[in-house]
């Protein structure tokens, strides 16, 4: 029942309950009306359409002394819907008609949890584009007539932390039981589990990885490549790495010197998103002047990101607490920034001869990052990637203590999140040393 229909029953039921009111009253002051009165039932309010969690039903309603008579009249028992998570909760229930007795009233509304939080702007308990933390705690109902506490809301659809706390309860002060407190919400995405996307279960489809796919980003068709496991079943959640090339270049270019799913041994999801510029096209192309295309940090691309994120665990079972990303030369670049603005939308960032952020208006972002940088590149100097470097220790606290690790790489010590700067003697290009050590360091991730 929609809003409108629940206060239009509510509006009837008001209307009715009162005419007879009135002629109940009427009798009770008649000579004739010496016995009892006796009590009617009363019909509990409709619960909105709303989120995921549920809201408090609505308790017992109290006795009512009849007007007219020395009986007691019995009031009506009033079972009412508690609202939704994410909506409001059912309407009061109103007493019956009750003749020589007064009305007994329902329980108020319940109100659910309210929206999660998070980097991916998880609303309500239902799926949301993304987020780390649950709803908010469920209240339970109205002090009329206690009912059970509302549940806490659900986490985001990428949040693999926590739901929202359990509802409180209420007191009833006209005879009706108190209400209990609400269940938490649950951890994860609405539609998963802790750590499962809501395409965990669906028909599995492999697409050509070398074909381009398409993604309307308001109004804008944007493209990007696949590479899914011969082996995914949809029931075992897999990582999801995302895999940026750089300037004047197309996702086809790297199809094969980013393919983490075969440098994961099968074992997790590729995604190779096109820049902004033309259509990417079925060639490669890497810096021939023909595509000319960017990776910038701004809302468009974040937006294309974020989305293209949700679409792939909508179809696909994806791991939704090991998502991550590597960028190339502009990707690099791009992958610092996305460190930085959203840093609670990966799991770990890997740039390979980039660059920057440079500065950070986000103190709290602390990401697990690995930087690697060729000495042998003249396209983006090497210099560019010690500032990276220089950077990220500061903000992750790190101190000047480094563990040999993986190979051509230092492990930073004391770090909030791991800090790992790795330098080789290849040129501006993503080296199979990079991949394999990326691979590796990801894999550490949990």
């Known amino acids: 029942m929609s809003p409108r229909q629940a206060r239009s029953a509510y509006v009837g039921a008001r209307l009715v309950g009162t005419l007879v009111l009135a002629s109940g009253l009427a009798c009770s002051q008649s000579p004739s009306s010496q016995g009892p009165g006796t009590g009617g039932t009363t019909t509990g309010g409709t619960a909105a359409l709303g989120g995921t969690g549920s809201g408090g039903a609505t308790g017992s309603g109290g006795t009512a002394t009849g007007a007219g008579g020395g009986a007691t009249a019995t009031g009506g028992s009033k079972p009412g819907s508690g609202g939704s998570v994410a909506g409001v909760g059912g309407t009061t229930a109103t007493g019956g008609t009750i003749t020589g007795g007064r009305l007994g009233t329902g329980g108020g509304p319940g109100t659910g949890g309210g929206p999660g939080t998070g980097g991916r702007s998880s609303t309500g308990g239902g799926p949301g584009a993304g987020g780390r933390t649950g709803g908010a705690p469920g209240t339970g109902g109205a002090s009329t007539t206690g009912g059970t506490g509302g549940a806490g809301g659900a986490g985001g659809v990428t949040g693999p932390r926590q739901g929202g706390a359990g509802g409180t309860a209420t007191s009833a002060p006209d005879g009706g039981s108190t209400g209990g407190g609400g269940s938490g919400g649950t951890d994860g995405g609405a539609g998963g589990s802790a750590s499962q996307s809501p395409g965990c279960g669906k028909a599995i489809t492999r697409p050509d990885r070398r074909a381009q796919q398409t993604l309307d980003i308001q109004g804008t068709t944007r493209y990007y490549l696949l590479n899914v496991p011969s082996n995914a079943d949809n029931k075992t959640p897999l990582p999801l790495v995302f895999a940026l090339h750089g300037y004047d270049m197309n996702n086809l270019a790297l199809v094969d010197l980013y393919d983490f799913t075969a440098q994961s041994g099968n074992k997790a999801i590729t995604v190779l998103p096109q820049g902004e510029g033309p259509a990417p096209g079925n060639t490669s192309h890497w810096g021939d002047q023909v595509l000319k295309s960017t990776w910038t940090a701004n809302a468009a691309n974040y937006a294309f990101i974020e989305t293209l994120m949700a679409e792939l665990g909508d179809r ?131």
């Open 316 to 446: 696909y079972c994806i791991d939704t607490s090991r998502v991550f990303i590597t960028g190339f030369s502009m990707g690099g670049f791009f992958t610092n920034s996305l460190a930085c603005a959203h840093n609670d939308w990966f799991r770990g960032f890997a740039p390979v001869s980039g660059g920057g952020p440079g500065s950070c208006a986000n103190a709290d972002a602390k990401p697990a990052i690995m930087i690697h940088h060729g000495t042998a590149d003249t396209i983006v100097t090497i210099d560019s990637g010690e500032a990276t470097r220089d950077f990220w220790t500061k903000q992750n606290g790190c101190s000047s203590t480094t563990t040999a690790i993986y190979t051509g790489c230092q492990s930073f010590g004391a770090c909030a999140e791991p800090v790992i700067y790795c330098v080789g003697s290849w040129d501006h290009t993503v080296s199979a040393t990079a991949r394999a050590n990326i691979w590796s360091f990801f894999d550490t991730l949990r």
